[in-house]
């Protein structure tokens, strides 16, 4: 499966943005999706993750309450709505994608990427 990440911009701290993940293939539902986001000088973390089936959602402690991950099959793409931006949430943010996966925050799981796309956040 091959990935493409989009919908990333410079924003204000408290801004909203609402990053995309569109997959090839007819095998979407299949796979469980993951965010994660690599800042400056720092590894890459995870951020959020849908099960394949949708039923489990899984967040980092930082984004809990800020971020929704969402997926919508019938277009092969997945969802993360970004709300309330914090400075410290500047990165590139990835997609990733894990066949039969139950959200997984380990990206060693993950067995396709996509390119990532940047998020800015201004103070």
């Known amino acids: 499966v091959q990935l493409q990440a989009s919908g990333g911009g410079l924003v204000q701290a408290g801004g909203s943005l609402r990053l995309s993940c569109a997959a090839s293939g007819r095998t979407f539902s299949s796979y469980a999706m993951g965010w994660f986001r690599q800042a400056p000088g720092k590894e890459r973390e995870f951020v959020a993750a849908?099960?394949?089936?949708?039923?489990?959602?899984n967040y980092a402690d930082s984004v809990k309450g800020r971020f929704t991950i969402s997926r919508d099959n019938a277009k092969n793409t997945a969802y993360l709505q970004v709300n309330t931006l914090k400075p410290e949430d500047t990165a590139v943010y990835y997609c990733?994608?894990?066949?039969w996966g139950l959200g997984s925050p380990q990206q060693n799981q993950y067995d396709y990427w996509g390119q990532g796309t940047q998020v800015t956040v201004s103070s």
């Open positions: 990733a994608a894990d066949q």
């Open positions: 849908i099960s394949w089936s949708g039923g489990t959602l």
